[in-house]
């Protein structure tokens, strides 16, 4: 297992399959300082309902600090927790590197215009006009979040990752 940094921003929004990245190992010591290079393999965007983004990532080289260059097969494990505040995400079974959900975020905007409707109705109308003004603000929120795509997901350049090697990668 290895302890890399990107040495540049990916983000579900302005990354593109193919484009190219790279990283620098941290860890361990004895390929501190070695530059991996890869490509983004897959970016999905998530729902406007539901789902979240993804990226794959892709290891295709290393190189040494000596100027040593070998192929590189890895995948992502861990994204490392940085500390912010930014939810990153998470990582699935076959590496791939997936965002946060915005169903949550979906169903407090339609629950939130619900009940500012039901409040602006109930002031003007009692309550018939709050039911009305309920239906009315759900309505709002509900096309507000059809309309609307999830989250991106951003890794900024910075983010450590934990990576495990392929078994038929060989280090020089």
Do not use: W
Not at 39 to 59: C, I, M, T, W, Y
Not at 67 to 94: K, L, Q, W, Y
Request: net charge positive; glycine share 14%.
């Amino acid at each position: 297992m290895l302890t890399v940094e990107l040495q540049s921003s990916l983000s579900t929004d302005v990354s593109r399959q193919g484009d190219p990245f790279q990283t620098r190992v941290i860890s361990p010591n004895e390929f501190a300082g070695a530059t991996i290079e890869g490509r983004v393999a897959r970016v999905k965007h998530a729902g406007k309902v539901k789902g979240s983004s993804e990226l794959q990532l892709s290891f295709d080289s290393i190189r040494m600090e000596d100027g040593r260059t070998s192929p590189f097969h890895a995948s992502v494990i861990e994204i490392v927790d940085m500390g912010s505040r930014n939810d990153t995400g998470t990582v699935d079974s076959e590496g791939g590197v997936k965002g946060r959900s915005s169903t949550k975020d979906n169903v407090t905007k339609v629950g939130a215009s619900a009940g500012i409707g039901a409040i602006i109705g109930a002031i003007f109308g009692g309550a018939h006009g709050a039911a009305i003004g309920a239906a009315v603000g759900g309505s709002v929120g509900t096309a507000g979040v059809l309309t609307s795509r999830g989250k991106d997901l951003r890794l900024e350049r910075g983010q450590q990752l934990k990576i495990r090697t392929a078994s038929e990668t060989r280090i020089p």
